[in-house]
């Protein structure tokens, strides 16, 4: 099958409605990834069967948490090829969306994928998370892989907006991180996901200020 059909198969799946425009430039990105990732290694994953879903609904599965509780303004740290940041982007053009990493290759593709997908909303953080100074605060913060949960709290917790969460997107149920989080924060939600073609476990924890 071909990755339009996959796409068009795994959002129905997931029960998300995405437009021909929006679904044309998801397989765009898709295809400017795989030609940077030649020279840059920007993903480990070289199978071009599973991009559709390791890249593109593995972001998407948390469409709907993003739609109910980021707001206006999300940051995606640690956004490596742009993910979930840039299919997310895509998907919400309304949505303003910081992507930020601080791999100069890695920016360097964000900053390109934002100006060939134009994708106006979109803005590309280059440097360390810790050390960012923004002019305001993001209503939600999500990360893919990103670090340790609470490591991704401490490094990020100067960012977020009063009454914001933290979006924290892990493979297995990470029980272990999630008792080790900073004083005042604590577990909201915690969400299992579905991710066509993607095996093994797939979560969503929702992260607040208590």
């Known amino acids: ?33 795989e030609k940077w990732n030649k020279t840059f290694a920007l993903t480990a994953l070289r199978d071009r069967d599973k991009a559709v879903s390791h890249h593109l609904l593995d972001s998407l599965a948390v469409l709907p948490q993003v ?66 100074q923004p002019e305001g605060p993001f209503s939600a913060i999500i990360s893919r892989a990103f670090a340790d949960t609470g490591d991704f709290v401490r490094l990020t917790r100067h960012l977020l907006a009063p009454g914001g969460v933290w979006l924290a997107m892990k493979g297995v149920y990470p029980r272990e991180e999630l008792s080790h989080l900073p004083p005042g924060v604590g577990v909201a939600a915690v969400q299992e996901l579905q991710v066509p073609g993607v095996e093994g476990a797939r979560h969503l924890v929702v992260l607040r200020e208590e």
């Open 1 to 33: 099958m071909d990755q339009a059909s996959l796409l068009a198969q795994g959002l129905d799946s997931l029960g998300l409605a995405l437009d021909g425009e929006a679904q044309g430039k998801l397989l765009a990105y898709l295809t400017l990834l």
């Open 67 to 132: 739609d109910a509780l980021a707001g206006n303004r999300l940051l995606d740290v640690g956004s490596g090829g742009g993910q979930p940041g840039i299919p997310l982007a895509i998907a919400r053009p309304g949505l303003n969306i910081t992507l930020a990493d601080s791999n100069s290759k890695k920016v360097a593709f964000l900053r390109q994928a934002v100006i060939e997908l134009g994708l106006s909303r979109v803005a590309v953080q280059a440097g360390r998370i810790e050390a960012w």
